[in-house]
T-cell receptor, first 116, second 115 residues
Framework: GAGVSQSPRYKVAKRGQDVALRCDPI?????LFWYQQALGQGPEFLTY????????KSGLPSDRFFAERPEGSVSTLKIQRTQQEDSAVYLC??????????????FGPGTRLTVL | AQTVTQSQPEMSVQEAETVTLSCTYD???????LFWYKQPPSRQMILVIR??????QNATENRFSVNFQKAAKSFSLKISDSQLGDTAMYFC????????????FGKGTRLSVIA
């Protein structure tokens, strides 16, 4: 595709519900990142995939957060038993392989999650 | 660990004027990338400009240029001939030069361009 896409754009969940957020990276980009952006803050790193391998998940705030990318393209970020503090915009970014001429990350529009 | 500091939470500029947004960072790395991203109210983060730390020449993209001072760990963004469409949050970000690594962002500067 022309850019990174994310769905849904908006999600409202009741506390305790599970949610799944989807990211479609730029075609051919092997690296995929998830970030969490709280209101009025800069994005903070959650996890990173290279192809289907999750190479870094050090930013996931708790074991309620889980991400996967089974075929090395589309990724899903799942949050179990959502809490109010999970309310944020979840951003996905993709970039070309390590060693390429550019390591620029290209971002999707984000999913705004509101937990009531 | 790397940190990025943007000391100006909000700024405003008259249309057609020039504005400079500040960014400082802290790292022990010698090789890295620095970025400025723009996030308009629609929320899509857009790359404005990037700088490789090993390059002494300051990056320029049309009306956008940077003043990169490696020794001072400073990376400011200058926007010339400001336009109403430049109104957005601007984030400074750092990335280590080791394959693909996460971006470390500052808290952002909200820029308003006034007609």
């Amino acid at each position: 595709g022309a850019g990174v896409s994310q769905s849904p754009r908006y999600k409202v969940a009741k506390r305790g519900q599970d949610v799944a957020l989807r990211c479609d990276p730029i075609s051919g980009h092997v690296s995929l990142f998830w970030y969490q952006q709280a209101l009025g803050q800069g994005p903070e790193f959650l996890t990173y995939f290279q192809n289907e391998a999750q190479l870094d998940k050090s930013g996931l705030p708790s074991d309620r957060f889980f991400a996967e990318r089974p075929e090395g393209s589309v990724s899903t970020l799942k949050i179990q038993r959502t809490q109010q503090e999970d309310s944020a915009v979840y951003l996905c970014a993709s970039s070309s392989a390590p060693g390429a001429s550019t390591d620029t990350q290209y971002f999707g529009p984000g999913t705004r999650l509101t937990v009531l | 660990a790397q940190t990025v500091t943007q000391s100006q939470p909000e700024m405003s500029v008259q249309e057609a004027e020039t504005v400079t947004l500040s960014c400082t960072y802290d790292t022990s790395e010698n090789n890295y990338y620095l970025f400025w991203y723009k996030q308009p109210p629609s929320r899509q983060m857009i790359l404005v400009i990037r700088q490789e730390a090993y390059k002494q020449q300051n990056a320029t993209e049309n009306r956008f240029s940077v003043n990169f001072q490696k020794a001072a760990k400073s990376f400011s963004l200058k926007i010339s001939d400001s336009q109403l469409g430049d109104t957005a949050m601007y984030f400074c970000a750092f990335m280590k030069h080791v394959g693909n690594t996460p971006l470390v962002f500052g808290k952002g500067t909200r820029l308003s361009v006034i007609a």
